[in-house]
């Protein structure tokens, strides 16, 4: 929740406004959702108009009529905006009247800490332009006894009120480990404008992770990042056309008439910026000299100097290998403490990264896929990314997005695509633990919808090839001996049963020294043998 602080002189002059349309018509719906003991001219609830803005106002400023201003000269009008991020919907007034309650407890409005209370009153009129859901707080800082509210640190003070209160609310900690980047309303704007399903740096941001999860060093990461259709340039150092500090993206225009929107790549994600890419692949003298190379040829629009991983079929045997690496991966999460947020950043940022191959893969509109991938990037966006910190040899992910990038869904690799799925809903189930532990309920809750929820309908379509493979499979003469064996995707009695004994929602939280029900991991190749029960 984030808070905005400002001072005035003109207490009716802001409920009008408050009351009013807006600058941009935005002020909807006006009403009151909780106000100070003392204010009678108004009750929670009630819709406001330009009469009883100005009974409000006037009973609201009765005590620097009475007793003056004083040391607070001419500014002794608190305004205060509460504010949820777009993407966190919207919440009830009984819910806001709750939150107002408590920020105004917190900042010594109501007379809890023992000194004369302040008159003050909150009022909800919708979300914002850029679709913030927010409620404003009109505040007197004219005690009831003429003494003068303290606006010492007032700033500092409404943050630490806003935390405090998104941890009892469980609402979306702002200023807590992660952060994600806002949007400037013009790009909602410019979306709906093309009939766009999305903004274009959720586009774009689907294509970088996709993309850098999927390669092993830089060069591949823009080949294949060029092989998506976006435009990409490189960002060189001042006077140096050799050394690549950065880069921008953006979406290749729909006619000539158009100019292309860019954005460099730490201003889409955090965790997207280059340095932070670089920290993910492979660097030597030679993956340098390639990765030189490909920039230029990017800059120059000429095509890629070689071709590489992207450009081949997976075999069998990296379908196996991957699959069983996602679900070491697994395993190892298990033991990561719950403070190591670079670490935690890292397989999020994978995952999130294999669920955006996915859905660039199969998704032509965005749809589930696209979403986990949205969900799980919160975390791997941190609001400040330590130096980095050598571990020991990690499983990793990496190998799953670069299959989900490379090969299409059909009914000869639904097999292997439900088995990475479920090791892939692990490592969700380690992520979900590990907010649920460190009380980020909100970003639990968001990784366990994804999980639950929209996964749902990518599992029954795979459900669905698998079966049209082994019924083909089944008329054919000489059956592959695999085909025998129990579907990956069990029946969707089996699925309820084994969701409520195993699902998200009962399964406990992970706490410091202890480690969730280990899970067996077993491999498949695609089309071929199925290794049931074998620990990887």
Known sequence: MMPNVTKGERMIGLINYLVG??????????????????????????????????????????????????????????????????????????AWAKVAHGFAERMGFTGADGKPPCRWIAIHHGPSKAGN?????????????????????????????????????????????????????????RATAKGAPGLDRETLQRALRASSTASLDEA??????RRTGILVRPRFAHGDTATVTGYSVALRPQSRAERPVWFGGGRIARDLALPQLRKGW?????????????????????????????????????????????????????????????????????????????SLR??????????????????????????????????????????LMQTAVGPSTAAGHALLLAQLRNTMRALHDMHKASGRLQDAERIRTAAMDRL??????????????????????????????????????DHAR??????FPTTPARVPGTAPERAPSSTVRPGGDKDRGRGR
Request: net charge negative; proline share 5%.
């Open 21 to 94: 349309p807006g600058r941009a018509n935005e002020h909807r719906d006006q009403r009151l959702v909780a106000a100070s003991d003392i204010i009678v001219d108004a009750e929670a609830g009630e819709r406001l108009d330009a009469e009883s803005a100005l009974k409000l106002g006037r009973e609201m400023d009765i005590p620097r009529a009475v007793f003056g201003a004083g040391k607070l000269g001419a500014k002794h009008v608190l305004h205060v905006s509460l504010s949820l991020p777009a993407d966190e919907g919207q919440i009830s007034d009984e």
């Open 133 to 189: 859901d927010h409620i404003h707080l009109a505040v007197s800082m004219v005690r009831e006894d003429g003494t003068r509210w303290s606006q010492h640190n007032d700033f500092r003070r409404a943050q630490a009120a806003c935390a405090e209160l998104e941890a009892e609310h469980g609402l979306r900690v702002v200023r807590g480990v992660h952060s994600e980047r806002g949007y400037h309303p013009k790009e909602r704007e």
């Open 220 to 225: 591949e990461f823009v080949r294949r990042l």
């Open 282 to 358: 492979t660097l030597t003298e030679e993956t340098t000299t390639a990765a030189r190379a490909e920039w230029q040829a990017a800059a120059n629009g000429k095509r890629p100097t070689t071709q590489g991983r992207e450009a081949r079929v997976p075999t069998a045997a990296e379908w196996e290998k991957a699959t069983a690496e996602v679900g070491e991966l697994f395993e190892r999460m298990k033991t990561i403490p719950l403070t190591d947020d670079a670490l935690w950043a890292q397989f999020a940022r994978e995952t999130s990264g294999a669920f955006a191959a996915w």
């Open 362 to 403: 199969t998704e032509p509109v965005p749809g589930p896929l696209a979403e986990t991938a949205k969900a799980l990037s919160r975390t791997a966006q941190l609001r400040r990314f330590p130096p980095r910190t050598e571990h020991a040899p990690m499983p990793s992910a990496k190998g799953a997005g670069m299959l």
């Open 456 to 493: 749902t309908a990518v599992r029954g379509n795979l459900q669905t090839l698998q079966e049209q493979h082994l019924a083909a499979q089944a008329t054919a003469s000489g059956a592959s001996r695999w085909l025998a064996a129990a579907p990956i995707v069990e029946s969707e009695q």
């Open 498 to 503: 084994r969701l409520a004994a195993q699902s």
